[in-house]
């Protein structure tokens, strides 16, 4: 496909999307508040969205802000987010990211990018995650979901996972307005139907925008 035709299909896939998820809504339960999906963000790495909110009932019920996971001991923070994996790392870079919080930024979540990627354990996923869910800005969440759907798409090679060069290939197809909420309802799309091992291409609403889709109708 040459880029024009990309960007056709994809704006019929924002579409498609919107039918089936009208209300796009972010897999991490934060409520809204920006400390706490900076929190929930790093503890995903490597852990599903259903774990983090579990876990971070017991955490937030302890450390309800900044503050007071600012003053957190190291130990009772790694007992709490253990179930989420890697978590001598992921408790001393929540504890680290609530101190710059407070003391570099004054509580306010920043909405650039080069000052999100200063926090620790903070790469571009999180970072865009931020700046389209709290600031609306234009944001290409680029998960495990977004990767290996788009690749199904043909938007890039199905075999290509790199996230950095995912979101700036879909950052220059889809339209901007759109980059944020499409990445949500691409999670729960990806987790509705097309899942990674067995998709459900026979109910699929997205089966004649899709490579996949459209490789099984020439062996038929």
Same mark, same amino acid.
């Given at each position: 496909m040459t880029k024009a035709e990309k960007k056709k299909r994809m704006a019929a896939i924002v579409e498609a999307l919107k039918q089936v998820y009208p209300v796009p809504v972010c897999a991490l339960e934060s409520g809204g508040d /920006?400390?706490?999906?900076?929190?929930?963000g790093r503890l995903s790495a490597q852990c599903t969205d259903a774990r983090v909110n579990i876990v971070c009932r017991e955490l937030f019920s302890k450390y309800p802000d900044a503050a007071s996971m600012a003053a957190a001991e190291l130990a009772d923070v +790694?007992? $709490?987010?253990?179930?989420c994996g890697l978590y001598h790392t992921k408790a001393q870079n929540i504890i680290d990211a609530s101190r710059m919080l407070l003391t570099e930024f004054n509580g306010q979540m920043p909405? %650039?990018? +080069? +000052?999100?990627?200063? !926090?620790?354990? &903070?790469?571009?996923? $999180?970072?865009?995650?931020? =700046?389209? %869910?709290? !600031?609306?800005? /234009?944001? $290409? &969440?680029? %998960? *495990?979901?977004? $990767?290996r759907l788009c690749g199904r798409f043909g938007m890039y090679p199905v075999e290509q996972k790199d996230p950095t060069r995912v979101e700036k290939i879909l950052t220059e197809l889809v339209d901007p307005a759109e980059q944020s909420d499409l990445c949500? =309802?691409? &999670?729960? !799309?990806?987790? %509705? *139907?097309? *899942?990674? =091992?067995?998709p459900k291409c026979e109910e699929c609403p997205l089966y004649p925008l899709c490579d996949m889709g459209g490789e099984k109708k020439e062996r038929k």
């Open positions: /920006p400390w706490r999906l900076l929190v929930m +790694e007992a $709490i987010v253990r179930p909405h %650039d990018m +080069e +000052e999100l990627l200063r !926090f620790p354990g &903070v790469g571009r996923k $999180i970072a865009n995650l931020l =700046r389209g %869910d709290l !600031f609306g800005l /234009p944001a $290409i &969440v680029a %998960d *495990t979901h977004c $990767i949500h =309802r691409l &999670v729960m !799309f990806g987790r %509705d *139907t097309c *899942t990674a =091992r067995a």
